[in-house]
């Protein structure tokens, strides 16, 4: 099942990690990693602002009218004194 969807702000790439929220309180329903991103049918690695395309995410297909997807990075740094 592919989620359609309109990049408001900033950049997707294929394989990033997502987080969906839900709702007016914005709770957090899905955290995982995009498994497909599409635009028009063709498989696409990255799609920017102002865009439409198509998402699906890994083992999770509980999409509803409305709910907002957010990609972001971890990144993970050696602590120093």
């Known amino acids: 099942m592919i989620a359609g969807c309109r990049v408001r702000n900033g950049l997707i790439s294929l394989g990033s ?19 497909s991103l599409k635009n028009r049918k063709k498989e696409v690695t990255e799609m920017r602002k102002d865009t439409e395309c198509g998402m699906a995410f890994e083992d999770w297909e509980g ?3 409305g709910d907002q997807v957010q990609c972001f990075d971890e990144i993970s740094e050696k602590r120093q004194l």
């Open 63 to 65: 999409f509803e009218v």
């Open 17 to 35: 990690k997502v987080r969906v929220l839900r709702g007016k309180s914005k709770d957090v329903v899905f955290t995982g990693k995009l498994s």
